[in-house]
């Protein structure tokens, strides 16, 4: 395969609703959904999900478009080779953008399934399987309003629940949700860094609600006081936003940092270092260094409110077995009313099916992105 363009599309979506979370409070979402095309005429699409504001991690929608277009475009353009590695070598000399180096890498991942004419699950060695859907909601106005939003949700059939805390928007909507829909439904909350360690009191009273995990509790880049505070809960925590490679992984597993890791490609630089944390996490054994009693640490896929483009690599790469927790790919109307994929992604009774057709499986419609591209 021979790369011969690649082209970068701005979009702007409205949300069907608000998504506000400890960061911020989002309307819209932004993405670079990138186009790659071989000389053999095969088409790759990737999409670069950060926010347009650099509060989530450093990176951005403009940052990213920068560094694609003079850090990755000139180098990879005009590169020939059968395997990812090889295309990944003009990526590893440049230090961080994670989120604009993954936009480019799942469209030559892309381009590489469609090549062999393999479904893209198929490609990265995923199993044949539908994948289950669960919802992140975000913090809403009031108790009464995300008591809605979870009903709806449940009767939905999503298999997971996660909802967005921050400091007054924790032990509050955690205990009416158990209150009104029971101890046992899959609820887990999410912080986004909002806690420091001085929270203890607080993140124990959390321990006492039969949650799933505690998404990133403490700061970004943390992953030393995360192992304190993980010794003191019965809670898994769970880290996103501080695992941004394979050796931070590693780290957080060693150090018992956390007992279960949230993927999300854009983070750690694509789908290639996704599966290589996968990898880790699900080949870590007992007795490795800590013998904390984490054999196959568990992980599943998070997301940033992906275009269906994005939406549909994420699925593939949840084909992978050690994906054993539901993840946040929820189908396409819960983000957009007017997504920019054929067909629609949509949930069957909490499961979105996995694509038979090459690739992505999905269609990406050029006229829509190129007729709303900033
Ligand atoms: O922390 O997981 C997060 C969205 C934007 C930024 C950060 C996060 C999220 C989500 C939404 O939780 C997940 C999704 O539905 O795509
Ligand atoms: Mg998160």
Not at 199 to 205: A, V
Not at 280 to 286: A, F, G, L, Q, W
């Amino acid at each position: 395969m021979k790369i011969e363009t690649i082209e970068t599309y701005h979009v702007r979506l409205p949300l069907v609703s608000p998504f506000a979370t400890s960061f911020g409070r989002f309307t819209e979402k932004d993405a670079l959904i990138v186009r790659l095309v071989t000389s053999e005429g095969i088409e790759g699409f990737g999409e670069t999900a950060s926010l347009s504001v650099p509060l989530y991690s450093s990176d951005f929608t403009d940052s990213d478009r920068m560094v694609q277009e003079r850090f990755l475009k000139p180098y990879l353009i005009g590169m020939e080779g059968t395997d990812i590695t090889h295309f990944l070598k003009p990526f590893a000399p440049i230090r961080g953008h994670n989120f604009a180096k993954a936009g480019v890498e799942m469209a030559i991942f892309d381009a590489l399934a469609k090549e062999k004419g393999m479904p893209l699950w198929q490609y990265l060695g995923g199993d044949d399987h539908d994948i289950p859907s669960g919802i992140s909601l975000g913090i809403m106005p009031t108790i009464d309003a995300l008591v809605k939003a979870v009903g709806d949700a449940l009767g939905e059939n999503y298999q997971r629940i996660k909802i967005k805390i921050k400091p007054g928007w924790d032990i509050e909507p955690v205990k009416e949700l158990r209150r009104v829909f029971g101890n046992d439904f899959p609820l887990m909350v999410d912080a986004n860094s909002a806690y420091s360690q001085e929270d203890m009191p607080l993140l124990r009273k959390l321990d006492g609600y039969n949650l799933l995990m505690i998404e990133q509790p403490l700061s970004n880049d943390d992953i030393y006081d995360h192992a304190k505070v993980q010794s003191q809960l019965r809670t898994p925590i769970c880290l996103d936003e501080s695992i941004h490679s394979v050796d931070d992984a590693r780290y957080a597993l060693e150090l018992g940092s956390c007992k279960i890791i949230n993927i999300k490609p854009g983070r750690v630089g694509g789908l290639y270092n996704s599966i290589r944390i996968h990898d880790t996490c699900y080949n870590h054994r007992d007795g490795s260094f800590t013998g904390r009693g984490m054999d196959r640490v568990p992980v599943w896929c998070g997301g940033m409110l992906e275009t269906g483009v994005g939406r549909a690599h994420l699925l593939a790469l949840q084909s992978l077995p050690g994906f054993t927790i539901t993840g946040d790919t929820s189908p396409g109307k819960r983000y957009y009313s007017d997504d920019i994929v054929e067909p629609e992604i949509v949930m069957k009774k909490g499961f979105i099916e996995q694509s038979r057709e090459p690739g992505i499986g999905y269609t990406v419609l050029m006229d829509k992105i190129k007729e709303i591209a900033l």
